[in-house]
């Protein structure tokens, strides 16, 4: 095995791209990676600041579904966007109705349980742009309480914080303390 790097191989990817030329200035468009992933930026940058993504996260549409949107009566589809998948009406932008995939239109509402914080709010679940399931307050931005487990009414026999939340542990499911200075396991031994 010989010591030198064949640095032919690192830019392979890019050559298969073939050679697309900028439309505004005519410039070759070389491959490029930012925040959101990779892109084609033209090769004469600063000087022309034309990009073209790889990947299609623009909202566009993937396949209809068939039922009418609650608001308009058009048809709503199922689209790709930047944090994933999830279902618009068809007359976007002039709807601008959205919902998440779970959603049904038929389940029953969800206990709600009061903002330990703000005291005015209520806690709901909702989903990061990761599909993890969190819960926080709907007086967001206002409160911006949240948990990452899911609350239980209780009071921490530490601290007196009036909300719990279970946590599923290798030995099973316990009740912690939902206040993030405190987070005592309820029925453990107190600190010293």
Do not use: W
């Not at 099973?172 to 005592?184: R, V």
């Amino acid at each position: 095995m010989s010591g030198k790097i064949n640095h032919q191989l690192f830019t392979a990817h890019e050559h298969a791209l073939g050679h697309d030329t900028c439309p505004r200035c005519g410039a070759e468009l070389t491959l490029r990676h930012g925040k959101h992933g990779p892109f084609l930026g033209c090769s004469n940058y600063p000087d022309c600041d034309y990009i073209k993504p790889l990947h299609q996260n623009d909202g566009h549409i993937v396949k209809a579904l068939g039922v009418a949107c609650p608001e308009c009566g058009q048809e709503l589809v199922l689209r790709q966007g930047r944090y994933g998948m999830f279902i618009g009406c068809s007359g976007y932008p002039e709807c601008q109705h959205i919902e998440s995939l779970d959603a049904t239109h038929d389940e029953k509402p969800q206990e709600t349980m009061p903002c330990p914080e703000c005291k005015t709010g209520s806690l709901v679940e909702r989903q990061s742009r990761f599909g993890k399931a969190f819960y926080a307050c709907d007086n967001y931005p206002k409160c911006k309480f949240a948990v990452n487990n899911p609350p239980v009414s209780g009071i921490c026999e530490v601290c007196g914080f009036p909300l719990l939340v279970e946590k599923t542990l290798a030995s099973g499911k316990q009740l912690q303390c939902a206040d993030k200075k405190c987070q005592h396991i309820q029925g453990t031994k107190k600190p010293a």
